[in-house]
């Protein structure tokens, strides 16, 4: 087959989609919307302002009070020399050799999580993985901020990683379309998620799919806090957060009540229901787990509940959850309950039918498309064996040598010494920001490689500038996507930026160590050479792609990857056949439940899901704290980035803050007040919006707002992380809890 494209203007691709760049030769002046998306974000549109924005870091800069007397404490309070490339690449080089000769590579850190950019070559966390490798290795990070709790929790109960049942083995939209007529979504199909998917997304088209499920009648369902979280033409049913297991408890239990559990499903393909069902009915707690039971606990009246087990029970439904719900205290729970209560409707590996993970979180999940090799950039092996769970980065640097629990495993936080970050900002995405502020003065260096001084780079004591994509060519391909682009470089790098690649061979070749690094080839060299690896495996399916000068002459190209009939999933397998096709769970079943996860011994996720209520939600709200806020992701843009330039449209910042008109009335407030957020952890500034879209007592502000609190006593535009709680989502999981937060709110004084 032959893929169609043709040479058109100058067209990048990046993690939330392709766009067209118009440039004056030395600055981009302007984008435009890819033709080939019918639904394009808005993202891009500040891009302009933001490549070329005042918090550009232009040239290599130290920190002052780490250059005279290796102070640590002023990190985020002191000001900046610049140096000379050279010069600082040869001070970094020094450090790092001193620390890993002085004090072992398991003293540096360089799990250095983070979205960073699109593009295959210039991905600044193989980068500096590869870097840190060659340099004898470092201390990484296990899981990611989406989902590390379910990574750690779901290959308990189907036997494969989580990330290739979410990406690799879910329905279609066809599928759904076709077979679906129950779509029971927990925490929504959001539509101002779907606009991202990590490594590039070209056609979006989630949108257009709701809009075929409302003209075909399907019943869909979203359950939470916010009508917003799925696409209009769904029905909203208003729940309180972190309050699912509890629903999802009660629809089991009117299943089991109602002899509606599918018993030949349970027997043939799970493990454990006898373990669970005394659990479920009360027979060992003396609480059975009605709709009564949990009407209050979730808000949805007992009616509403029967009725929804009802729908479930009796049409070819599909429940899924959004990444979201394991984002918070005892995720696992949420996580393993929606699998048990698929099981026990016995629909998991029918077309249309059983559990989905992260839909619309991720816009490429139900794109039914044929899997290419990917291009990466090898990272050869780290030495080290220290791997700390991803969000735990404020307990290791604070507690090194303190036992910790993960997984099953005890182990012990490393003793770091040097913080090296390319790709992520950790001032923007972890919870409670004033105690990693505070936890972050112990390391004795942090080196930090970024495009803009973020919260992050202001808190490092040496900041290499790094180049944009647009600085850059690169090579872009997801295979969650239907296109290959080379990404031309567009514009010169800003000030004396220079890419991911350029300055760890800087320090590569200071430490002895350039040869393995950089294996002789140039960037040019490295993109021919990955290239051809992914040509030659392309030469081994029956796609044709161009050859490498062939594809930057053309820009971008589309591939024939969509499938009609996508290859079965392990489930479907498993279904047709689970003698033969055994899962691989100890038991080789669905695990309802775990002997393994039931010998780890923990309280906080015992052998079976369970309701456990977090440390913080309205169940148990508090005069002080009485309104629980979530912090999605946000819908004008990635994470924290372009926040620069967003933060200067006039009106835009402090970021918007959406409350329920009646916690408004109690509060005097009305749309457009500038009001404090705030409780126990910290304050912060926020916009407020009333609005009906949102449940009573829950209040939403997105992340992305760049911490500005250097005194840690309001900060001024809005990142929620200064209220969020840092603490793991059970000693299994160990995920972060950014959706466990209650809060108030009042009119700024
Ligand atoms: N309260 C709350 N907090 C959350 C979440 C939540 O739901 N609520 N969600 C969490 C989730 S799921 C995630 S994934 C994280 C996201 O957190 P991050 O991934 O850390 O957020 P980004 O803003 O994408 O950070 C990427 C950084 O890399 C820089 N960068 C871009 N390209 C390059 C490059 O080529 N080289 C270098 N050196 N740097 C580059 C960008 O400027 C930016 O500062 O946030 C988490 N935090
Ligand atoms: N535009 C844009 N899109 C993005 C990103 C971005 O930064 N910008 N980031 C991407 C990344 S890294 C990720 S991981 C995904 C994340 O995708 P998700 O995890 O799905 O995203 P969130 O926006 O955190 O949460 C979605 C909604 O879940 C609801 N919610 C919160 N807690 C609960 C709960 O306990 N129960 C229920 N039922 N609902 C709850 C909230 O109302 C929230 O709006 O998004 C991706 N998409
Ligand atoms: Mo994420």
Redesign the pocket.
């Known amino acids: 087959m032959t893929c169609t494209g043709k040479k058109t203007g100058k067209v990048t691709s990046s993690?939330?989609g392709a766009f067209e760049v118009l440039t004056d030769g030395n600055k981009i002046v302007g984008t435009k919307p890819f033709a080939n998306d019918r639904e394009p974000?808005g993202?891009s549109d500040i891009l302009p302002k933001a490549v070329h924005h005042s918090s550009r870091v232009l040239r290599p800069s130290i920190r002052r009070g780490w250059l005279d007397n290796r102070n640590t404490t002023d990190r985020g309070s002191d000001t900046f020399v610049e140096l000379p490339w050279d010069e600082a690449l040869d001070i970094a080089a020094q450090e790092i050799d001193r620390i890993r000769k002085d004090h072992g590579n398991s003293s540096i850190f360089g799990g250095s999580y983070g979205?960073a950019s699109a593009g295959r070559f210039h991905h600044a966390l193989s980068q500096i993985h590869r870097f840190l490798n060659t340099a004898g290795g470092y201390v990484s990070s296990f899981g990611?901020?989406?989902?590390g709790c379910a990574q750690a929790i779901m290959p308990h109960v189907f036997g494969v990683p989580f990330l290739k049942y979410t990406y690799g083995s879910q329905d279609s939209w066809e599928t759904i379309a076709e077979h679906t007529q129950t779509l029971l979504m927990?925490?929504?199909v959001?539509p101002?998620?779907?606009?991202?998917?990590?490594g590039g997304i070209t056609e979006h088209e989630t949108g257009s799919w709701f809009e075929k499920f409302a003209a075909q009648g399907k019943r869909c369902i979203n359950?939470?806090?916010?009508s917003?979280?799925a696409p209009e033409g769904c029905e909203w049913m208003p729940?309180?957060?972190?309050?699912?297991t509890a629903l999802m408890l009660a629809l089991a239990f009117y299943l089991e009540e109602n002899g509606l559990t599918d018993r030949a499903f349970l027997d043939r393909y799970t493990t454990g229901f006898d373990r669970f069902r005394p659990y479920l009915m009360g027979e060992r707690d003396g609480q059975p787990k009605t709709p009564e039971w949990a009407s209050p606990l979730c808000g949805l009246p007992a009616e509403k509940i029967r009725e929804i087990a009802q729908q479930i029970a009796t049409t070819r439904t599909l429940i899924t959850v959004?990444?979201?719900?394991q984002?918070?205290e005892h995720g696992e729970q949420?996580y393993w309950m929606s699998a048990v209560l698929a099981a026990m409707l016995g629909q998991i590996g029918l077309p249309g039918g059983g559990v989905g993970y992260?839909y619309?979180?991720?816009?490429g999940i139900g794109k039914s498309l044929q899997r290419m090799q990917g291009i990466t950039l090898p990272q050869g092996t780290n030495p080290i064996s220290d791997v700390i769970p991803v969000a735990r980065i404020a307990d290791m640097l604070m507690y090194p040598g303190q036992e910790y629990d993960f997984n099953g495993k005890r182990s012990k936080y490393p003793d770091i010494r040097l913080v090296y970050w390319a790709g992520g900002n950790p001032f923007h995405h972890h919870q409670d920001l004033n105690r990693l502020n505070n936890a972050w003065k112990r390391p004795e260096t942090i080196i930090v490689n970024e495009p803009w001084w973020t919260a992050t780079a202001k808190r490092a004591d040496i900041v290499f500038p790094a180049t944009t994509p647009y600085e850059r060519e690169d090579i872009g391909r997801s295979n969650l996507d239907n296109y290959l682009f080379n990404m031309p470089q567009l514009i010169p790098p800003v000030g004396e930026a220079k890419d991911d690649y350029a300055i760890f061979t800087g320090l590569a070749k200071r430490m002895g160590i350039a040869d393995a690094f950089t294996e002789g080839r140039d960037p040019e060299g490295w993109l021919r050479h990955l290239y051809r690896r992914f040509e030659e495996h392309a030469q081994t399916t029956s796609i044709d792609v161009p050859d490498f000068d062939e594809l930057r002459e053309r820009n971008w190209v589309r591939l024939p990857l969509k499938v009609d009939t996508p290859e079965k999933s392990f489930l479907t397998i498993f279904r047709e056949d689970p003698d033969g096709n055994p899962l691989h769970t100890p038991s080789g079943k669905i695990e309802i439940f775990s002997e393994t996860v039931d010998g780890f011994g923990y309280d906080d996720c015992p052998g079976h899901p369970v309701w456990l209520p977090p440390s913080e939600w309205l169940g148990q709200a508090t005069p002080q704290s009485p309104l629980h806020l979530?912090?999605?992701?946000?819908?004008?843009?990635?994470?924290s980035?372009m926040e620069c330039a967003l933060a200067d449209v006039e009106g835009a910042r402090p970021e918007t803050l959406v409350m329920h008109p009646s916690n408004a009335n109690q509060r005097g407030l009305k749309t457009g007040d500038i009001v404090k957020v705030f409780n126990a952890r910290g304050r912060c500034l926020a916009r407020v919006f009333v609005s009906t879209e949102?449940l009573l007592d829950?209040v939403?502000l997105?992340?992305?707002a760049w911490y500005g609190d250097t005194e840690q006593k309001i900060d001024p535009d809005g990142n929620p992380n200064v209220l969020t709680i840092d603490v793991g989502t059970s000693k299994l999981g160990q995920g972060c809890s950014?959706?466990t937060a209650m809060v108030d709110v009042q009119k700024r004084d």
Request: cysteine-free.
């Open positions: 993690h939330w974000t993202i979205w990611s901020y989406s989902t927990f925490g929504g959001n101002k998620n779907s606009q991202v998917s990590m359950i939470g806090p916010q917003t979280d729940t309180k957060p972190a309050s699912d959004a990444w979201s719900l984002r918070a949420p992260g619309g979180a991720i816009g979530v912090s999605p992701q946000p819908g004008d843009k990635l994470h980035q949102i829950v939403a997105p992340t992305g950014a959706h």
